[in-house]
């Protein structure tokens, strides 16, 4: 009997959903900071976020599904068997990463940070000239489920979308134009909004440079829903600084939690959020997650094709 | 010849736009900060927004061409002779309105004024479950140019939208559900955003009681991005106190500017904007009113029909 270890935090009627899909299986509920290094060495499954160090790439280990659309910790070497099979939970996440940024892009564009911040001090002040995404440029920077729901957003609003993205294919309807990751120096000048949600991988750390910031617009929003190493703190802090771009919005940093002392929350012109727009912050993410989770696991015991799998050598869905 | 007063600020294109076409026409460009009351008294059409004050019912005024949707200060009795007409700049402003009740909406949906708030206090603290307009109710209250164009902005992310207006009529393909205005409290029950955006009438003047807002979802956001008029400040406050509706945002008080010992400014769960949906913050407002004004000068010195003309009697578009 296949042992099936559950660390997700779920409602009663996804946990039955669950143990519906993993009828026959033996099925243990437990949570991250409380399972056993014992009970994880000797579980074919494990659904949810189990500590990597805790893996040490055990053998009775065939199917790690994750609850995160991030694969990063768990394609480290050593992690995990070259048999097990990795799968994500892509997807679940693209409505609510997607909405979040979008927000952040309309709240620097009407300039309601700052707004807020008179507010706080009881000041009716005007801040003047503010944006559209109508007839704006938005280059959307990695084109997976997320890119693609925010690509929808934006040019449902007017906007002119560029599609940037690893591999050549056929333009989406939801981008006006595709360009390949090689040529982002060529999407930077051009766009108003840049939108990156780049997962972790080796080709995209700290892919934005400083020249990558002053290739934009000095009017230009740049928003940070992937992950906090696409850019160091010191190049994002200097780009806000000097002016290379008008505003910025993050939901990543490179150090998570941000340093209680790093100068980016002080920057006016930089809204901070920390790390919230995915997770299970929106309660539809949580039941797709299950979703994706269930239809896995039922799979797996019935030796049919699994979804979401993770190629170890990129990082991405295969 | 026909004496025209301009009062808007311009720039030079707007200005060449307008000169040609009020070609034949002795046109003076001035401020309402500057303007003498000779001028105002001598003119045959005014554009922009005089002093109400200083038109005394000029039996001159031909035409008062406004830069603004709202004409409230101008049909007061004793400031327009009944000759005159009256024109607004309805549909200019709808982009831009809309697009800032928009991302209100957004930003207390995701927390994010909860979130530039823990910015400031350098804290990387999660707030929590947030909305989504995905499956959300909106009513839309008030729909003209403005609302209208908000509830393609909503519907596009997926919101269930209940129109309510003042005239029946066919339900627009652009809302889910058309309510007339007498029927606002059967539709603040069910929504869980409200967008007001109402123009300052006597219909319209305090229309959300204390009431209206126990009749709200304790999870509902309210939205006024019309006139301040249609809720007292001790009502919002009460109602955000109170915890009777979750959060709101407005860009318009009772009481302009919002004085500074105002308990509304403190609220955490508030957002307050300095009446800038409108006005010239967005460049291409300006580009429409201008279109506006200089189309119906042609009209009039053509002794062509006028768009836009106001209603005195509801401050409305006829």
């Known amino acids: 009997m296949k042992k099936v270890l559950i660390l997700m935090e779920l409602n009663s009627r996804q946990r039955e959903k669950l143990e519906a899909a993993g009828a026959g299986a033996d099925i243990t509920f437990s949570r991250p900071e409380l399972v056993s290094e014992e009970e994880i060495q000797g579980a074919n499954v494990i659904i949810g976020l189990p500590r990597a160090d805790m893996i040490k790439a055990s053998k009775n280990l065939e199917l790690l599904q994750l609850e995160s659309a991030g694969a990063d910790a768990y394609i480290v070497p050593g992690v995990l ?12 996440y693209s409505q609510a990463v997607a909405e979040h940024a979008f927000a952040l ?18 000041r009716w002040r005007d801040r003047g000239i503010v944006g559209s995404l109508r ?3 938005v280059a959307v920077v ?9 690509a929808r957003l934006v040019k449902s609003m007017g906007a002119y979308v560029i599609g940037v993205k690893r591999r050549p294919g056929p333009c989406p309807e939801y981008v006006n134009e595709l360009m390949l990751t090689g040529q982002l120096d060529e999407a ?19 892919i934005y440079t400083d020249r990558s910031f002053r290739l934009m617009k000095n009017s230009a929003i740049f928003i940070n829903c992937g992950r906090g190493n696409a850019v160091s703190a010191q190049t ?25 002392d790093s100068p980016l929350w002080g ?52």
């Not at 990695?142 to 925010?150: E, H, Q, R, S």
């Not at 051009?190 to 949600?197: E, L």
């Not at 993410?285 to 696991?297: F, K, M, S």
């Open 81 to 92: 068997d070259e048999k097990t099979r990795l799968a994500n939970a892509t997807g679940a």
């Open 105 to 122: 892009t309309l709240m620097l564009q009407k300039k309601l940070h700052l707004y807020r911040d008179e507010q706080r001090a009881a």
């Open 135 to 137: 007839g704006a440029t």
């Open 142 to 150: 990695g084109l997976g489920d997320i890119g693609g729901y925010y």
């Open 188 to 206: 930077l000048p051009r766009a108003d909004v840049i939108m990156s949600v780049l997962p972790n991988t080796v080709a995209t750390r700290y």
């Open 236 to 260: 994002l802090y200097s780009a806000l600084k000097d002016g290379q771009i008008a505003a910025a919005g993050i939901d990543v940093a490179e150090n998570e939690p941000l340093p209680e």
């Open 267 to 318: 920057l006016e012109n930089l809204v901070i959020t920390p790390h919230v727009s995915g997770g299970h912050h929106l309660p539809e993410t949580v039941e797709r997650i299950a979703d994706i989770c269930a239809g896995n696991l039922r799979s797996f015991l019935a030796g049919e094709p699994l979804k979401n799998l993770v190629d170890f050598s990129t990082g991405y869905r295969k």
